[in-house]
């Protein structure tokens, strides 16, 4: 199965400020203190925040222009695994490939419910501890999937970015 773009292509301005960003800030500085990695559907302001706190990134795309526009500045770059994949089966699959140092996954990208039930599979076989976060978790297509986790929090100051913990 593979994804529609959608007309009309335009990145956002790289200066804008995201909701998740109070939230994803001080998990990956525990990330990048504890040297885990990261895991993420959907680059960009929560890639260019990971690789600057100097953490590994496995991060997969599916749109093939803002896959594009986000390599040019990032290409080549010694912390970043980057994925595009179009096709849904192989985009959710993605999971599988976490290294077992992961220690943050955050699905803010297409197919969130399969992409939080893949999460879920993988995080047992992680090394430590792992969060989940959701962005823009309020969608009530997300209710069933965000059920499979045990603790569900949002954090003081966000509105609509999920921490979730099995």
Same mark, same amino acid.
């Given at each position: =199965? *593979?994804?529609?773009?959608?007309?009309? @292509?335009? %990145? %956002?301005?790289?200066?804008?400020?995201?909701? @998740?960003?109070?939230?994803?800030? %001080?998990?990956?500085?525990?990330? *990048?203190?504890?040297?885990?990695? &990261?895991?993420?559907?959907?680059?960009?302001?929560?890639?260019?925040?990971?690789? +600057?706190? $100097?953490?590994?990134?496995?991060?997969?795309?599916?749109? %093939?222009?803002?896959?594009? &526009?986000? =390599?040019?500045?990032?290409?080549?770059?010694?912390?970043?695994? *980057?994925?595009?994949?179009?096709?849904?089966? +192989?985009?959710?699959?993605?999971?599988?490939?976490?290294?077992?140092?992961?220690?943050?996954? @955050?699905?803010?990208?297409?197919?969130?419910?399969?992409?939080?039930?893949?999460?879920? +599979?993988?995080?047992?076989?992680? *090394?430590?501890?792992?969060?989940?976060?959701?962005?823009?978790?309020?969608?009530?297509?997300?209710?069933?999937?965000?059920?499979?986790? +045990?603790?569900?929090?949002?954090?003081? $100051?966000?509105?609509?970015?999920?921490?979730?913990?099995?």
């Amino acid at each position: =199965m *593979a994804f529609g773009l959608a007309s009309g @292509f335009a %990145p %956002p301005p790289s200066d804008g400020i995201f909701s @998740f960003v109070p939230v994803l800030a %001080p998990l990956l500085a525990r990330m *990048a203190e504890q040297g885990g990695a &990261y895991l993420e559907w959907g680059m960009g302001r929560s890639t260019r925040m990971a690789l +600057q706190a $100097g953490i590994q990134v496995v991060s997969v795309e599916h749109d %093939p222009h803002w896959f594009n &526009y986000f =390599m040019d500045e990032h290409r080549g770059h010694p912390n970043l695994t *980057a994925h595009l994949l179009a096709d849904l089966d +192989q985009y959710v699959a993605i999971a599988r490939t976490a290294p077992a140092n992961t220690g943050l996954i @955050f699905v803010d990208g297409v197919a969130r419910p399969e992409c939080l039930v893949a999460a879920s +599979q993988v995080i047992p076989r992680l *090394a430590s501890r792992c969060d989940v976060l959701l962005h823009d978790a309020r969608d009530p297509a997300y209710v069933d999937a965000i059920g499979i986790y +045990q603790h569900t929090e949002y954090p003081e $100051g966000d509105t609509d970015t999920l921490l979730l913990t099995l």
